[in-house]
């Protein structure tokens, strides 16, 4: 157990500790905190801040008071809704520039609902949202607040279907994103981390240090402690990028306010450290595998992205798992080792995964992983004997 920490420990700073790592780290948080200083430096530019005018021919809204203040994020600024007396009057503040718009409230508005929009440019969505609901809000004044509160917010629709059990609901939307997210985070992952171990195997071959090392330790101990040491790399990038993911989403349910409506079980970050983990482990342990068997490291690296590519394959066939979560092709997705930490909780976040499927999902998953390790020591073992010669499936398998 000792010899195995101490490949363990030297697998895991060896990574850790190289410049590329750490700026393989810090890329994706710094390309998240660009890309949203842009976003909101964009946005805060185009912004237009001025009043927007209102002619009330309906006589509802004479005397309509100033709404207070109903910006719920840092990025949302509400906009004065100025009254004018005629349509005259408002023109002429248009053309001044004293106001980027104004509404004509028709005369018949309770019967026929029509309202006019007079600009020189395109008005934000925000502005209708404002105004629709400084309408509402007036209509509303003299009724109980819980009913004047439930017409402004609207309802709270969830989907519920009979044959899928589905249960997407109206604001679920950006939990699906936080699902997608943590799928990338685990391919970059496994791409990165498994890349580090590949190599590392491929330059140990070729310059035979690796016969050395296993002269003082069994080729289980040293796959252990490397595949285990590559393991924490991938979970110290895992773990840094959820972190500043986490921070990333503080930041949007304070700036957006459509943010808000994300709603994310804890039982979600569980299903993935199910999946993710013993996927990272089986396909370290595979690209080990081919690291040991490969003559050289350009053809390693060649083969080792075949193992790769398998685990973005439910992204192609993301819209069908999402319309239908519990149809053939998502479950057998979530069976299938390479495919299931991706199929698994992305389906989560659209229905009720039965109790059954997670379990064999993650027996399935753990399994192939002590396979792969269990492949991966013997491909070590046969490659020390067969040096510069490239190794067969069917050798591995007869070797003992």
């Not at 983990?277 to 992205?305: C, H, K």
């Amino acid at each position: 157990m000792s010899k195995t920490w101490i490949v363990f420990r030297h697998e895991y700073l060896r990574h850790v500790k190289r410049k590329g790592f750490i700026l393989g780290l810090l890329s994706i948080p710094i390309f998240l905190v660009v890309s949203m200083g842009i976003s909101i430096v964009a946005a805060l530019s185009s912004e237009d801040m001025r009043p927007v005018g209102y002619v009330d021919l309906s006589g509802l809204f004479a005397n309509a008071q100033p709404l207070p203040p109903q910006n719920t994020g840092w990025l949302d600024r509400d906009v004065e809704m100025r009254p004018f007396e005629n349509e005259a009057a408002a023109r002429r503040a248009l053309e001044a520039g004293e106001i980027q718009a104004y509404y004509v409230i028709a005369a018949d508005y309770l019967r026929t609902g029509n309202v006019r929009l007079v600009t020189s440019h395109t008005v934000e969505a925000d502005i209708h949202r404002q105004f629709s609901k400084f309408l509402l809000t007036h209509l509303l004044k003299d009724e109980d607040p819980t009913v004047r509160d439930r017409v402004l917010e609207g309802p709270n629709l969830t989907l519920h279907t009979l044959t899928s059990n589905q249960k997407i609901g109206s604001r679920n939307f950006f939990s699906l994103l936080v699902a997608l997210f943590c799928g990338v985070i685990f391919v970059i992952a496994i791409s990165t981390s498994g890349g580090y171990l590949l190599r590392a195997v491929v330059e140990e071959k070729e310059n035979r240090t690796i016969e050395v090392i296993l002269t003082s330790i069994s080729t289980d101990s040293l796959m252990v402690g490397k595949v285990l040491g590559n393991l924490c790399v991938g979970l110290t990038q895992l773990l840094f990028w959820l972190l500043m993911g986490g921070l990333a989403a503080l930041f949007a349910l304070r700036a957006f306010p459509d943010f808000q409506g994300m709603e994310i079980n804890a039982s979600f970050f569980g299903l993935v450290a199910l999946t993710f983990l013993p996927g990272f482990v089986m396909i370290a342990a595979l690209m080990t595998t081919v690291g040991a068997t490969a003559t050289e490291s350009r053809e390693a690296q060649q083969i080792a992205g075949l193992f790769t590519l398998p685990a973005i394959v439910p992204f192609w066939f993301m819209g069908a798992i999402i319309e239908h979560p519990n149809s053939p092709l998502a479950i057998g997705f979530s069976l299938f080792p390479f495919t299931a930490p991706m199929t698994l909780p992305l389906r989560a976040m659209v229905t009720n995964l039965p109790v059954w499927q997670i379990v064999l999902s993650v027996a399935v998953l753990w399994a192939a992983a002590a396979a792969a390790i269990w492949l991966a020591s013997r491909a070590f073992r046969l490659g020390m004997l067969l040096y510069g010669k490239r190794l067969t499936l069917a050798q591995i398998l007869r070797s003992r």
